[in-house]
């Protein structure tokens, strides 16, 4: 298949999964600047899966504020709209894909540990490196590798190929999909961010987070991803389907000034910290 059918393949599934109408909504409102405390807590507040699961989050110690949060209003007025509103995408997006599946090579709950794990990566690097809105980090780092999902759900067979000639040859998932399909899981990915109206820099960082000098809206968040993409598989925290951990793209490095000294210094840490997401994320 050429990049247009899958594309159009993608674009044509009926059953993809959808956000949940909670979160459409609380996008919509948020795009509105005159939108009202009450009118944002009142939507999500509709749907009490949400929010007792956004409580509990912002009240562990993934935020710290240890039970002092006890609304939804009093979370957007300390957090603020955005916090909120990632937390929530997070939670949609988390839940809209199964934790099991039949694909030979793929686990999905080991994916899934690996992208919380990136997402939780990210989030520590940009508030180490001063990045605006780092709990935006987490949502890119949940998000990097979306399109694994699609191929492993709607094109099976060809996947398959892909993550055998990755193990097989000891090559990135990345390159052996284009070989394979024609096509990556990051163009999968940005097709499904536009299909759902994710915010573009969400959207440019899942297509670039494996060249993030070639970003086109927001080459700090895309870099932080590319750093953290690398980091997690360094580590062991699950796994994105293959075995290989490319190299880090130098450009980053420079634009954040880091070291592999530095990163060495935070491992200890970055543990704990993927590790107590996982935990809350899985629920």
Known sequence: MTREEIKKKVYDISDLPTLPDVLIRTNKLL?????????????????????SKILRIVNSAFYGFSGKIKTISQAVIILGFNTVRNIMVSL???GTFPKDGDLELFDPMKFWQHSVGCGTIAKFLGEKVGIDQPDEAFVAGLL????KNIFAQFFKEDFFE????????????????????GS??????QYLGKRWRLPANLVDTIRF???????????DLTSIVHIADVICRGMGAGTGGDNSIPMIEE???????????????WLPE???????????FSM
């Not at 405390?37 to 509709?46: Q, R, S, W």
């Not at 070639?214 to 080459?219: E, G, L, M, N, V």
């Open 31 to 51: 795009e509105d600047p005159d939108t009202l405390l009450a009118d944002l807590t009142k939507v999500i507040e509709e749907d009490q899966s949400i929010t």
């Open 92 to 94: 949609s997006i988390i």
């Open 144 to 147: 990097h590798d979306l399109g």
């Open 162 to 181: 892909a993550l055998k000639m990755a193990y097989e040859k000891n090559i990135l998932l990345f390159e052996a999909e284009e070989e394979v399909l």
């Open 184 to 189: 990556n899981h990051a163009l999968v990915g």
């Open 209 to 219: 987070h494996h060249d993030p000098s070639h970003s086109k809206i927001d080459q």
């Open 251 to 265: 450009a980053s490095w420079k634009r954040f000034d880091l070291k592999v000294e530095l990163i060495e210094q």
């Open 270 to 280: 970055l543990g704990e910290k993927v590790e107590m997401a996982n935990n809350l």
